[in-house]
């Protein structure tokens, strides 16, 4: 119930030019995913949206694709603001609610700071979230390894994206969701 108050969505604004490429993102998945390759190749020229927005989108749709595909009934909800007292203080890159869990997801296009990771630490405690994702672009190096931030912390860290492929990503999610 907690969430309901909290959470409200954003109205999205758009350019033409955006919400032209949202409508045919929304009208065929696959042709996002095919897309992926050629981010891939040139990643700041994609169009006019900037690196961090399409990474989201990358994240997005592979989270989506990744439900799709295992058949699992998921509300994925992307750019969610959270309020208190009518005050947006953030906003979330990527909100699952799944299996009766509910995950957030952070999308970095740099690498992991331990800021980020406390960041998204304290969001979930406020929220009553069970486990959150850092997910990045680049290569995470930390003093903490990745399992003992997710033992310490519940949050899971997915990084080099970029350079993974579908089915590697995949098995990292199913890890993520239990599955």
Do not use: Q, W
């Not at 969505?9 to 045919?24: D, M």
């Not at 740099?110 to 069970?130: C, T």
């Amino acid at each position: 119930a907690m969430l309901e108050h909290n959470f409200h969505l954003p109205k999205i604004k758009e350019s033409h030019k955006h919400r032209e490429i949202t409508e045919k993102i929304k009208e065929n998945d696959i042709y996002f995913l095919e897309l992926i390759d050629e981010i891939k190749k040139d990643f700041k020229d994609f169009c006019s949206l900037d690196a961090g927005t399409l990474f989201e989108l990358f994240i997005y749709y592979t989270v989506i694709e990744f439900f799709k595909e295992n058949n699992i009934d998921a509300k994925v909800v992307r750019n969610l603001e959270v309020s208190y007292k009518g005050e947006v203080f953030t906003e979330i890159d990527l909100f699952v609610d799944v299996f009766g869990k509910n995950f957030i997801f952070e999308c970095k296009n740099r690498y992991i700071s331990s800021n980020a990771i406390l960041k998204l630490y304290g969001i979930m405690k406020i929220l009553n979230i069970n486990i959150g994702v850092l997910a990045s672009t680049k290569s995470f190096h930390g003093n903490l390894k990745k399992e003992d931030i997710f033992k310490e912390y519940n949050i899971y860290i997915l990084d080099k994206l970029i350079e993974k492929d579908k089915n590697k990503i995949f098995k990292e999610l199913k890890e993520i969701f239990g599955i």
